[in-house]
């Protein structure tokens, strides 16, 4: 079993370092991708931990991380996510997912970013035209997961995207794929459950986003050179299609210190997308366990590590579970993240889950 669990980490780790070649020779694709709010980082505790949560993510959030993880969860749930991000902008996520014994467990998904709404402005009206327009995104994923061994699972999302500009709309269909391994390797109690673990995912592969709607006509006069009763023909702009931000993920977590009542966990994620340089997410979680009143977390990390023109500093978050005693181990999980964006400013994250 060991020589597997090391061969599959090994093949893991050629794919990632060949996808890192193939991209070492083309130059970096910023700003060539639509539907980027599928990369801001949905869940709190990964946000904590500088988003290197592709080989530790075993809850809801791990619809968004790596849907493999879907599969170790224990108990069936719900999630909601509020996010205020920069310039005003307000991205918040919804989750639930329902464990069914002996099948897998099936999950549902809801990513919404809301733009807020802006005056309209012409050349000739520069001051505004009375009239004001809005801007939204929405992911909606459906998402499936088993373990098929005790120690490797596997995990898959469909999802629809969509992009809203005042009347003008674009619409993708995309899936994610992942895979997790747990492995004995550096376990301190000698259980895969305790030691290294491996995850991989590749997320947001489907069709392009091409924008479409009434807003993009245009009156034109086909020949302004010659009188007639065709001066004011109906045109429209032709607009360009966008592939959706592809990502590559692999993260590995260990859990150096496991005893009784506290376990401390590092982790690490190497990202290749299409549309940036590689990089890498690192972070830390100390799990406390006070059986009376519940199991809390301290938690830390640093995204977009050896990525150049990166705003992204430092995160930090906590966490706590209330299981109820006489409600058929019934949990209600509040998780909250700190993020520093450099001269962006800061972003706050809140996460409540109940669990059934």
Known sequence: MKSITLKTGVVLAAVLVAAASSQAQKPYRRGTTSGNFLEFGYGSAGNAMGDAAAGLSDDLSATYWNPSGLALMRQSGILFMMQPWIAGISSAFAAGGLV?????????????????????????MQEGTGENYSAADYCISLSYARKLAQWFAFGAS???????????????????????????????????GDGLSIGMSISNY??????????????????PYTSG???????????????????????MAVHPLVNSFSRLTLA?????????????????????NAHAFGTFYLRGGYKALFMSES??????????????????????????????MDILGSIHSYTFSFLF
């Not at 489907?206 to 020949?223: A, C, H, N, S, V």
């Not at 705003?311 to 700190?338: E, K, L, T």
């Open 311 to 340: 705003y992204y500093g430092p995160s930090y978050g906590i966490g706590f579970i209330y299981r109820m005693p006489r409600a058929n181990n019934m949990a209600i999980q509040v998780d909250y993240a700190y993020r520093d």
């Open 158 to 192: 469909v999802k629809m995207v969509s992009s809203r500009i005042w009347h003008c709309n674009a619409t993708a269909f995309a899936m994610d794929v992942g895979v997790r391994v747990n492995t004995d390797f550096f376990s301190p109690t000698g259980e895969r």
């Open 100 to 124: 069914v014994p002996g099948f897998g467990t099936l999950g549902i998904g809801l990513l919404q970013v809301d733009y807020g709404r802006e005056p309209v402005t012409t050349l000739e």
């Open 229 to 251: 009763e065709y001066d004011n023909v109906e045109g429209q702009y032709r607009t360009q299609a966008w592939e959706l931000p592809l990502l590559f993920r692999i993260g």
């Open 268 to 288: 690490a994620d190497a990202l290749h997308p299409n549309n940036n340089c590689e990089s890498v997410n690192v972070g830390a979680q100390y799990e406390f």
């Open 206 to 223: 489907g069709t392009k986003m091409k924008f479409d709607g009434m807003d993009l006509l245009q009156p034109i006069d086909p020949d």
